[in-house]
């Protein structure tokens, strides 16, 4: 609350005050505007009365009376212009000597043939030669104070002396006079002008004409001469702030200053900003009386019902000194009365329903404390028979194998009713099976008088019971259920009541849920089990789990493959046993211990690689250890995961192959290329036409040949990457395999020997696919075979293929080769002619092509030479 209090005091004084700041500031602004505007028009009228000054001397300075010295005509003339000029009392003409020559008026006193060439106007107009105005003085022609005009004569280029006015500084200090006038004279309002040295030229009052401002104000006469204009606050002779607006006046390089005292300059800034303060000071006391009636009458109340609110969370065993203050409270007649007794209230029905909490509570820790059925069936009806003041009741329940409710737990019935109760699920009379139908407790208050008991009543007179009370119990997985309780008197259960009741009766639905669900999930824990140890046993990477004594606690049939061993020869034993029937399976007995050991198995993430000697042929194995924890991440044991990586090592040295045998292949062809065509280059050597066409036939083979080796590769990259297409029509196999034959190289071609099935019909084939294929084998065979001998090419049929065999009789392929030879770029070295070359791709490409007909190519075992089957659809699939 006082937090609350002070975010709204706060604001508003903050706002006042801010509020006052700019308000002050503003009212401020305005004052220095407005004498600013008043110095500025001053400056601007006497700029312009300045200038007619100027713009007068520089007109008689060009009169001829004046230039010829003419005392009479400048007697007319100069009268003409005292009298159109009213503030000017005197007209001269000094020589070029400084000499006075005539004046006017003439009298009183004379001062013609007086040197006044010290007069700082006349240096300043002899030397400059432009109109000037003086500084204030005292002329010793009229004894009055003065400004000069001063417009020096130029007579051919040579300075001939000087034409000036003297202007009146009474005048200007006339208008400034009238000014002042308008203000009143309690405000201390003030004008001024000064001239360029800063002394006053124009002042309402007379005895401060030449008076020195520039000792008073140097910062205020800089600011002039620097023709600035401005607004300062500045402390005058006396120490006392005033207020300054100061223009100049460029014309005569003067100034005019406005100022005032700033009492009498902000006096309505000030009195704003003490009464504001005075309404800030009132609203705070206000406030502050406020807070302490708040105090009073509410905080101090609210705090006292908290902290009784307080106690009855504690509880009674707790004291509670402000009860009387409460109870006192709960005497006034307004809100807080109203609140006070409401409290009170509630703490009356809190310790009634924290008295049945309790009870719920103690049920609901036996329910989620014990899967015993029967043992918490009875917790809840004990306190059902507490709360309700009771002895006698049961739990309901449907006996599935008799198709029947009948009790399954109960207090203080007699064992004969429990024998015989057996009520049907389609009793329409039965309150249980009411309950149960419509999910609502049925109450019947007087078991005499009640007419839907009429069926019943007799099994209740035999019991003694009045009253009952039948409470469903809402399950989804349990037997339906429902909870009876029983009165020896008529009894109308209330709502506070029934409410517990039921909260007891969903206890005692959860203790039915929680034995169900249990036995539901230990079937199904048992079978998840036994699908899990299927799927790890259908693994193909092998598994060991050991616990942290090194007892083997699982081991799948993936390990004992690699082993060669049969699992009942490791039943309850320990995990190195298997290791080591492991360790026999690997070559290198060393690295087996390096990675299978216990120094490997104690190093968690250890991974290292072994080969293992299977019946189906070497296996290179990733080996990796890793803890076995719990959710905590307790450790359990340890573990070893046996990875299958042959084939990515496969992979590896088709790379390497790849690699070799293309850098290989293409090297020879561009070697004998390059050659070639540097010799025909060479401007040293001519060759005969012969010599040419050699080298160039040469250079067009090998470049055939790279063509070849490119296309074999391009055909590999689509085999592999599935993107081969198969661009199939009617083909004659017979045909196309003469067209094969009579394409060969003439050596090739006369060792073929050709036996054909003409009565095959023509197949759907891309033929220019199948032809390369045939003419990858029939190389292969002129290749590998010996000599002269001759290559075997047979067409028939078999089981709806078309077959081909291409056999040769040469050295053949070794057997430990022969799973091998369809891999891409493997070549059998040993056994093979000396001049057999190439990339090691025919095979696996023609295998390719073939297969995306639907066909495939074998490898026919023999015991001398080779030959290759392949086997094409009759049918296109």
């Known amino acids: 609350m006082l937090i609350l209090y002070l975010c709204f005091v706060a604001p508003v004084v903050l706002a006042a005050i801010g509020f006052d700041r700019v308000s002050s500031q503003r009212l401020e602004n305005d004052v220095r505007s407005a004498d600013l505007s008043l110095a500025r028009a001053i400056a601007l009228k006497t700029d312009a009365e300045l200038g007619r000054a100027l713009f007068t001397v520089s007109q008689l300075a060009g009169e001829p009376a004046v230039q010829r010295a003419d005392l009479s005509a400048m007697e007319d003339l100069f009268r003409a212009v005292s009298l159109a000029r009213p503030e000017v009392n005197l007209i001269y003409r000094l020589d070029a000597d400084g000499r006075m020559v005539f004046h006017y008026p003439i009298g009183p006193g004379s001062t013609v043939g007086d040197d006044f060439s010290f007069r700082p106007y006349f240096q300043a107009a002899r030397n400059q030669l432009t109109a000037v105005v003086s500084e204030g003085r005292i002329s010793p022609t009229t004894n009055q104070a003065v400004a000069t005009t001063v417009m020096p004569i130029v007579i051919n280029g040579r300075f001939d002396g000087v034409v000036a006015t003297n202007l009146r500084l009474q005048s200007l200090s006339e208008d400034l006079a009238a000014i002042a006038a308008e203000h009143p004279a309690a405000t201390g309002f003030h004008v001024a002008m000064i001239d360029a040295s800063g002394q006053t030229i124009a002042d309402p009052d007379p005895g401060r004409l030449l008076h020195d401002l520039g000792a008073e104000l140097p910062d205020i006469v800089r600011s002039l001469q620097a023709f600035s204009a401005g607004s300062r606050l500045a402390t005058n002779a006396q120490g006392e702030p005033w207020l300054y607006a100061y223009a100049p006046i460029p014309s005569g390089n003067w100034g005019v200053i406005v100022s005032r005292p700033r009492v009498s300059a902000f006096s309505t800034a000030d009195a704003y900003h003490r009464g504001l303060l005075i309404a800030i000071g009132i609203f705070l006391l206000g406030g502050l009386f406020f807070w302490l009636a708040l105090s009073r009458r509410v905080i101090r109340p609210l705090g006292a019902l908290a902290d009784f609110s307080q106690w009855i969370e504690l509880g009674e065993q707790h004291q509670a000194p402000i009860e009387p203050y409460v109870t006192s409270l709960a005497a006034r007649a307004d809100q807080m009365g109203h609140l006070a007794r409401s409290i009170l209230r509630m703490e009356q029905a809190i310790r009634r329903r924290v008295h049945d909490l309790e009870m719920l509570v103690q049920t609901s820790g036996a329910v989620v404390s014990s899967l015993d059925v029967n043992t918490v069936l009875d917790r809840i009806l004990e306190q059902i028979g507490l709360l309700l003041n009771t002895h006698t009741c049961a739990i309901v329940a449907l006996d ?468 290759f089957r392949v086997s094409l659809p009759l049918e296109a699939p």
């Open 400 to 867: 599935e194998a008799r198709g029947v409710f009948r009790i399954q737990a109960s207090r203080g019935l007699s064992p004969g009713y429990i024998r015989r109760l057996a009520i049907s699920p389609t009793e329409p009379s039965s309150p249980t099976m009411r309950a149960i139908r419509s999910g609502v407790p049925i109450q019947i208050d007087d078991t005499e008088t009640d007419a839907s008991f009429t069926e019943a009543r007799p099994r209740a007179r035999a019991e003694g019971y009045r009253a009952l009370l039948a409470v469903p119990l809402i399950t989804q997985h349990a037997r339906p259920a429902a909870l009876i309780a029983y009165f020896d008197q008529p009894r109308e259960i209330r709502d506070r009541e029934m409410g517990m009741v039921i909260s007891f009766a969903n206890l005692a639905a959860m203790a039915l849920e929680n034995a169900t669900l249990f036995s539901r999930s230990d079937e199904q824990l048992q079978e998840q089990t036994r699908r899990l140890e299927s799927l790890i046993q259908s693994m193909d990477d092998g598994l060991i789990l050991e616990d942290e004594r090194g007892r083997l606690l699982f081991c799948n049939r993936r390990v004992f493959q690699i082993a060669q061993a049969e699992p009942e020869a490791f039943d309850h034993g320990q995990a190195d046993d298997v290791r080591q029937a492991l360790a026999l399976r690997c070559p290198d007995p060393e690295a087996a211990a390096s990675v299978l050991g216990p120094e490997a198995d104690d190093q968690l993430g250890h991974i290292g690689e072994l080969t293992f000697e299977t019946r189906q042929g070497p296996l290179t194995m990733r080996v990796q250890a890793f803890a076995v924890t719990d959710q905590r991440g307790a450790r359990l044991g340890r573990g070893q995961l046996f990875h299958d990586v042959t084939e990515f090592h496969l992979l590896g040295r088709m790379k390497n192959s790849l690699i070799a045998t293309v850098s290989h292949e293409l090297r020879t062809p561009l070697a004998a290329i390059k050659g070639y065509a540097s010799t025909l280059l060479a401007k040293d050597v001519r060759w005969d036409p012969e010599s040419q066409h050699e080298f160039l036939t040469i250079i067009s083979q090998e470049a055939d040949r790279l063509g070849l080796l490119v296309t074999d590769l391009l055909d590999l990259s689509r085999i592999e990457g599935g993107t081969l297409r198969v661009d199939r029509s009617p083909t004659d196999l017979s045909a196309l395999i003469r067209s094969t034959s009579a394409a060969s190289p003439p050596d090739t071609e006369r060792r073929l020997r050709l036996t054909l099935d003409k009565g095959l019909p023509p197949i759907m084939l891309d033929a220019g696919r199948i032809q390369v294929a045939l003419r990858n084998l029939i190389d292969n065979a002129a290749k590998h075979a010996p000599g002269l001998g001759a290559i075997h090419v047979r067409l028939g049929r078999h089981n709806g293929f078309a077959t081909i065999e291409v056999e040769d009789n040469g050295p053949g392929i070794p057997a430990q080769y022969r799973a091998r030879v369809f891999e891409p770029f493997f070549r059998v070295e040993e056994g093979l002619a000396p001049a057999a070359f190439g990339a090691g791709l025919g095979l696996s490409i023609s295998r390719g092509f073939v297969r995306a007909h639907g066909g495939d190519i074998q490898l026919v075992p023999l015991t001398k030479g080779t030959c």
